[in-house]
């Protein structure tokens, strides 16, 4: 039994390498300027509810276009994806931004459609924007830290 | 005891491979190769046996203007990974029990 318990712990150790090997690219391979597109995307989602008429879906399928390229950059870059909204201890974090940034939004349009205040979805959007630059950079330590813990 | 032993996973190279992909939506091959540490032909028969289990799924795709290979997780690879891994801790656990008494 212990020959076969020794095994098992070689096993996870062997397999915990395999993970802190893809933390150290992970790591490497997230510059700054790739939280700032995330913040970008998610604070000009709610700042292009300002266009006007049908500008607002101009703006959200440049977005959207915006999102396939921040992918294919990840790819590139790093070869493989990670998302977002994968299990684990990352998850809270990715619902707690998508519903501040939702939140946002409506209190944007409220503004916007009840009161008549037409900048609200600009100031909506920085502030969505500086909010995700600091939730992209925790939810990487996070991501790394769910990597290194031993299995 | 806790989870189940997967034959197929057991191998430790193709355990590591199992255990990069839970971690990632999908891993281009040579990123596997540099986290795992085995050669390509090395990577591609294990890969070919976790595909054939129904563990992992194999696309190709251009990236930089070059045909690579993609690999992911399937949601029975993902299952019987999990099980495997707590098969393993509950054995692991044993001996430190047994170091400690």
């Not at chain 1, 809270?92 to 037409?118: E, K, N, Y």
């Not at chain 2, 190279?13 to 990069?20: D, S």
């Not at chain 2, 294990?46 to 190709?60: E, I, M, S, T, W």
């Not at chain 2, 690999?71 to 999990?82: E, I, M, Q, W, Y």
Request: some cysteine; proline content about 3%.
């Amino acid at each position: 039994m212990s020959t076969q318990a020794d095994e098992a712990a070689a096993a996870l150790t062997a397999m915990q390498e395999s993970r802190d090997n893809l933390a150290a690219v992970a790591a490497a391979s997230c510059p700054p300027a790739r939280h700032l597109a995330f913040a970008g995307l998610m604070g000009g989602f709610v700042a292009s509810q300002a266009a006007p008429g049908s500008l607002v879906l101009v703006f959200e399928a440049l977005l959207l276009v915006g999102v396939a390229l921040v992918i294919m950059w990840d790819r590139r870059r790093t070869g493989m994806f990670i998302n977002g909204y994968r299990a684990g201890p990352t998850r809270p974090l990715t619902f707690s931004l998508l519903a501040f940034t939702l939140a946002t939004l409506a209190l944007c349009d409220w503004l916007m459609f009840g009161r008549g205040v037409g900048w609200a979805p600009l100031v909506g959007g920085a502030v969505v924007a500086v909010v995700g630059y600091y939730a992209s950079s925790i939810w990487q330590r996070i991501y790394l830290r769910d990597l290194r813990s031993a299995a | 005891m806790d989870g189940a032993f997967d034959p197929v996973i057991h191998a430790p190279a193709r355990l590591q491979i199992m255990a990069v992909l839970a971690g990632v939506q999908d891993a281009e091959f040579s990123l596997l190769r540099t986290t795992v540490k085995v050669s390509d032909s090395v990577l591609s028969k294990h890969l070919a046996q976790l595909a054939d289990a129904g563990y992992v799924n194999l696309r190709k795709a251009a990236l930089g203007g070059r045909q690579r290979t993609w690999v992911s997780l399937t949601r029975d690879g993902r299952r019987a990974f999990a099980s495997h891994v707590k098969a393993l801790q509950a054995l692991a656990n044993i001996t430190d029990r047994m170091a400690a008494e």
